[in-house]
């Protein structure tokens, strides 16, 4: 592909993480026409991992994690088009349309466009007291409303629904989450690191009750009342919905896009039409690892794929060939999960789960699918080169380094 020339512009709608990156790459790959950055929100792109952690549980007063300070943008010259909306693109005229203000023409225009949170319609009739977390000033007001003393009540035990219950605890909070699924991080984990981590969790006084949903609720004076669809009742000061997001491919979608449980786009971000690209949690690509396209909602994720559509507008296609890679922080515990862990046992194993250093290997056939790792990134690492580089293993290799064969259809106690 040929280099865009100086007088060429691309226009990147979303200011999150993925958009910045992409911005970001851009420049330092050598591209030299005009970048242009829409964001709805007023901040420069910054990293949101911090939001359900330490933004909610340090001492001080919480400064943003800003990917580049404003200095740096201007010095590699990034225009930033914040508390902006976009509302439309104009394929033909290639533009895209703002609420407010006029059209932003575009050479190539990239939609980092995200998620939004997935909302419970049985709890409109206490929606002051409900809370989502998205942006810093989500966390924010998080973190000004969990007091020692009070009841919140975190919907989703995911990712983001665990961690702010592992902050909130520490703040001094009574904490309950209430799951659908029969188990937490059901799709991340086997069932017994599931088990694991959720001993973790009621060990630090976290209350987890699984398997249900909320039915109805209503406002109890100061508190609220969640009928719950097994008859019981919880009561809450706050309720914090953590059930992932949908994808805003609204502008796609009207755009005449293809849509597929987000924006599809190919091997280097490209949607289907060619100067259009997706990256971050709105885009639905195929994983050459797994044979399957998904969305993945994660850190690394808006790294990767920021980097693959700058490649290719710099004129250095890469194609998108990244293992899956998710990391959480809870208490004091780091948990990492590359590939795709099988739902029961590991194949191989080093120690047990609750032991620091804990890392099992899942496998298919010889064949290293997924690896879950306590407190030893490196190993995690090492493992996403493996299922990266095919995946073959040494079995006599493994068990030299300390991982043992387990039968998966070993019944599990976890400690």
């Not at 009742?233 to 919905?241: G, K, P, T, W, Y």
């Not at 896009?257 to 885009?283: C, E, H, K, M």
């Amino acid at each position: 592909m040929a280099h865009i020339g100086r007088t060429a512009g691309v226009v990147i709608i979303g200011g999150g993480h993925a958009g910045g990156r992409t911005a970001e790459r851009l420049r330092h790959g050598g591209f030299a026409g005009s970048i242009d950055v829409i964001g709805i929100e007023k901040e420069l792109p910054y990293e949101r991992p911090p939001l359900s952690k330490s933004v909610l549980t340090s001492a001080e007063a919480p400064a943003n994690a800003y990917l580049l300070p404003s200095a740096k943008w201007k010095e590699i010259g990034v225009t930033f088009h914040l508390g902006a909306e976009a509302t439309g693109i104009d394929r033909h005229a290639k533009s895209v349309v703002l609420e407010g203000r006029s059209p932003l023409a575009y050479r190539k225009l990239v939609l980092a466009t995200g998620l939004s949170p997935r909302r419970i319609a049985s709890l409109e009739p206490i929606a002051d007291r409900i809370a989502y977390l998205r942006s810093f000033e989500d966390a924010l007001s998080l973190r000004s409303r969990i007091v020692p003393g009070m009841s919140i009540v975190l919907v989703g035990a995911g990712l983001i629904g665990l961690e702010v219950a592992a902050s909130a605890v520490q703040r001094g909070a009574y904490v309950t989450v209430l799951e659908a699924a029969d188990r937490p991080l059901s799709r991340l984990l086997p069932s017994y690191l599931s088990q694991w981590i959720a001993q973790v969790h009621e060990r630090a006084g976290v209350r987890i009750l699984c398997g249900r949903q909320i039915a109805a609720s209503e406002s109890l004076g100061q508190s609220a009342c969640l009928h719950i669809d097994d008859g019981s009742q919880l009561q809450a000061d706050l309720v914090l919905v953590g059930i992932g997001g949908t994808p805003n491919d609204r502008l796609a979608r009207e755009a005449g896009l293809d849509i597929d449980n987000g924006i599809v786009v190919n091997a280097f971000g490209q949607t289907s039409s060619p100067d259009i690209f997706a990256v971050g949690d709105v885009a639905a690509h195929e994983n050459p690892f797994f044979g399957r396209r998904w969305r993945l909602e994660s850190w690394k994720n808006a790294e990767d794929q920021a980097g693959i559509v700058a490649s290719y507008l710099c004129g250095q296609p890469a194609a998108y060939g990244e293992v899956p890679w998710f990391w959480t922080d809870q208490y004091d515990l780091n948990i990492q999960v590359a590939g795709l862990p099988g739902a029961n046992g590991p194949t191989y194993e080093r120690g047990k789960p609750g032991e620091r250093a804990y890392l099992a290997y899942f496998t298919e056939g010889e064949r290293l699918i997924g690896a879950v790792g306590v407190g030893c990134g490196r190993d995690i690492r090492i493992a996403r080169e493996i299922i990266k580089a095919g995946g073959k293993l040494d079995a006599a290799d493994l068990v030299r380094k300390g991982l043992a064969p387990f039968p998966a259809s070993l019944a599990r106690r976890v400690s």
